[in-house]
């Protein structure tokens, strides 16, 4: 099975439906490891309980972006794995670093790419009145948020919610469909092309819906 380092920050509950799909007898991937930049992050306990290996690299203890992703190019070269998952992982790579993984990153953001790259998304989808919100599934490039969209599910928004209620749904279809896609990876299905994803070697005309 192709191994799989996860790279997490917080609560990892990404991690956490990852850990329980990988599970699931035929699941195509193995998590050999999982990496996090916050000592007493709860990914790291998920990770623990499920009896993968964890390692830390704190970005405090570096005094550069390019120390930092330097040591964490060292902990996964440890590893070696075909794969990188960011599950909520919440630093900016740099270029040297997504280069040196291309095709082989993928990252979860809450919002339907390419709308609210960056921070605080579900707040600022309720004080631009959408009225469809989601989450994307995309591979890993040099621009933040921007590589090619593989799959997106919706989350319609309702005339009451809260940046809090809203991200509740918005992480429960997380939870769904980014099992699927690192699936999709590891069947060999999904690649990135020169300016796309390839989905079973044809380009990807739009991200896959779920
Ligand atoms: C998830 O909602 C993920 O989409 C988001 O962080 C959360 C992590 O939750 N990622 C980003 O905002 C990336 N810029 P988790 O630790 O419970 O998986």
């Not at 570096?62 to 794969?83: H, I, K, Q, V």
């Not at 993984?101 to 605080?120: D, E, Q, V």
């Not at 309702?158 to 699936?183: C, F, G, M, W």
Request: some cysteine.
């Amino acid at each position: 099975r192709p191994s799989i380092v996860v790279l997490a920050s917080g609560s990892g509950s990404n991690l956490q439906a990852l850990i329980d799909a990988s599970r699931e007898r035929d699941y195509p991937g193995e998590i050999i490891a999982v990496g996090c930049n916050k000592p007493g992050a709860f990914a790291l306990e998920r990770a623990a309980q499920a009896n993968i290996p964890t390692f830390v690299v704190n970005h405090k203890d570096y005094g550069s972006r390019e120390e930092f992703d330097g040591a964490l190019m060292a902990e996964l070269r440890r590893y070696n794995p075909d794969l990188i998952v960011l599950a909520g992982f919440m630093r900016i790579l740099t270029d040297d670093f997504v280069q040196a993984f291309r095709g082989k990153m993928l990252n979860i953001h809450p919002s339907l790419l390419p709308a609210y790259t960056g921070l605080n998304t579900h707040q600022r989808v309720l004080e631009a009145g959408d009225k469809l919100h989601g989450v994307s599934v995309h591979f890993v490039t040099e621009e933040l948020d921007g590589g090619p969209v593989i799959a997106q599910a919706d989350v319609k928004v309702k005339p009451d919610d809260t940046p809090e209620t809203l991200a509740e749904r918005v992480q429960k279809k997380e939870h769904l469909l980014y099992p699927i896609v690192v699936s999709w990876f590891c069947e060999g299905r999904i690649q990135l092309g020169a300016h796309s994803v390839l989905f079973d070697g044809e380009p990807l005309s739009q991200p896959m819906r779920l």
